[in-house]
T-cell receptor, first 115, second 114 residues
Framework: AQTVTQSQPEMSVQEAETVTLSCTYD???????LFWYKQPPSRQMILVIR????KQQNATENRFSVNFQKAAKSFSLKISDSQLGDTAMYFC????????????WGAGTKLIIKP | DGGITQSPKYLFRKEGQNVTLSCEQN?????MYWYRQDPGQGLRLIYY???????QKGDIAEGYSVSREKKESFPLTVTSAQKNPTAFYLC?????????????FGPGTRLLVL
């Protein structure tokens, strides 16, 4: 079975620090897509960043960047200059190429940014 | 503004009762999805639809039903056969339902059993 593992149930850092959230996945496929979604206290799920597995370059989106290690099946999210508004649950999700539509989700990491 | 709306925000179900959760989108997306979120778990797919009048079961479809009569609407009914319905329900949509597409989410409905 294809799975996504987020090994850090909860993390907290001081405002302005850099934090890295880990995500590993299990698949035998070579072509797939990876996502990080953020769910703030409002509970609305918001896309943070998306990565295509065949692209070597790591995706970036302003203060958010990923470290995609395909051989290790690792897809960590780095948040630089963290802000109070970054406090949220962060979910890693994986879309295998043969799934047609389906996202496979990790259990999430609760990130708390302290003032 | 384009987006996805879900109603109600909170819903209470009595024993043996069917309840319907509403999901509407004005993004002109073909594909729509229903997920269930439980504490400490990732999202689990209940149903999805890639086109009007067609939908497919996800991983946990038992006790749920859907319809897709209009492109913009995808209501979810939680039937009395669903023995543990207390959860947070998220509706999502994507452009065409193809692999790798970004899914956009509504604000969710919390269902509680009385």
């Amino acid at each position: 079975a294809q799975t996504v593992t987020q090994s850090q149930p909860e993390m907290s850092v001081q405002e302005a620090e850099t934090v890295t959230l880990s995500c590993t996945y299990d698949t035998s496929e070579s072509n797939y897509y990876l996502f990080w979604y953020k769910q703030p206290p409002s509970r609305q799920m918001i896309l943070v960043i998306r990565q295509e597995a065949y692209k070597q370059q790591n995706a970036t989106e302003n203060r958010f960047s990923v470290n995609f290690q395909k051989a290790a099946k690792s897809f960590s999210l780095k948040i630089s200059d963290s802000q109070l508004g970054d406090t949220a649950m962060y979910f890693c999700a994986f879309s295998p190429h043969d799934s047609n539509y389906q996202l496979i989700w990790g259990a999430g990491t609760k990130l708390i940014i302290k003032p | 503004d384009g987006g996805i709306t879900q109603s109600p925000k909170y819903l209470f179900r009595k024993e043996g009762q069917n309840v319907t959760l509403s999901c509407e989108q004005n993004l002109n997306h073909d594909a729509m999805y229903w997920y269930r979120q439980d504490p400490g778990q990732g999202l689990r797919l209940i149903y999805y639809s890639q086109i009007v009048n067609d939908f497919q079961k996800g991983d946990i479809a038992e006790g749920y039903s859907v319809s897709r009569e209009k492109k913009e609407s995808f209501p979810l009914t939680v039937t009395s056969a669903q023995k543990n319905p207390t959860a947070f329900y998220l509706c999502a949509s994507s452009f065409a339902g193809t692999v790798g597409e970004t899914q956009y989410f509504g604000p969710g409905t919390r269902l509680l059993v009385l």
